[in-house]
């Protein structure tokens, strides 16, 4: 049961890293946004916190970088999650 739990939980966070990585290649104007508008209201409500929490002199800046930020941070939280439960 733990190694499914893990398999299930190792591949929600590895779509969602995904998801993140094509929302930022979409956002440098592929294509218009309302082919991907369904990309941004999956990933919005984690990178608009990291957003808030890097202050009004990051999100002045022309990079936005929460979604590195993001995915680090669930770059590592996998890495624990695996190792705390044995995977």
Do not use: C
Not at 4 to 17: C, K, S
């Amino acid at each position: 049961m733990k190694s499914f739990f893990l398999n299930v939980l190792d591949w929600t966070i590895q779509a969602y890293i995904l998801l993140i990585v094509l929302r930022v290649f979409l956002s440098w104007g592929f294509l218009p946004i309302r082919y991907w508008r369904w990309l941004i209201r999956l990933t919005e409500p984690v990178l608009a916190p990291v957003r808030r929490l890097l202050g009004r002199s990051a999100v002045a800046t022309a990079i936005d970088f929460s979604p590195a930020i993001v995915v680090l941070l669930l770059v590592f939280l996998r890495r624990w999650l695996r190792s705390w439960l044995g995977g």
